[in-house]
């Protein structure tokens, strides 16, 4: 059995900004273990003869075309922002 680590969620939380208190780390460390468990099954699947393909392969793009709109302007679109300078988003710093 593949097993998740409470210390590996906790990395996860922290790459994702959430914070997750003990017994849900527990819990998601026990989830998560599973399911990479029932998803290494299937190197067991016998392929044999099977033809490769991918689904998205056989999709069409659709495409629409262009048209020049207005603007909503900085005050509709950063109105769900959590934080903002002036006209820009502000992000955490990712690279050091």
Request: proline residues 6%.
């Amino acid at each position: 059995m593949m097993k998740i680590s409470t210390d590996e969620i906790e990395k996860m939380a922290h790459l994702a900004r959430l914070k997750i208190d003990d017994p849900l780390k527990e819990a998601l460390s026990y989830q998560l273990s599973h399911i990479l468990d029932y998803i290494d099954t299937l190197k067991d699947v016998n392929v044999e003869g099977v033809i490769p393909a991918s689904g998205a392969a056989f999709l069409n793009t659709v495409l629409r075309e262009d048209i020049l709109g207005d603007s909503p302007g900085p005050d509709v679109t950063l109105a769900n922002a959590p934080e903002r300078d002036q006209d820009f988003y502000t992000v955490p710093r990712v690279v050091k």
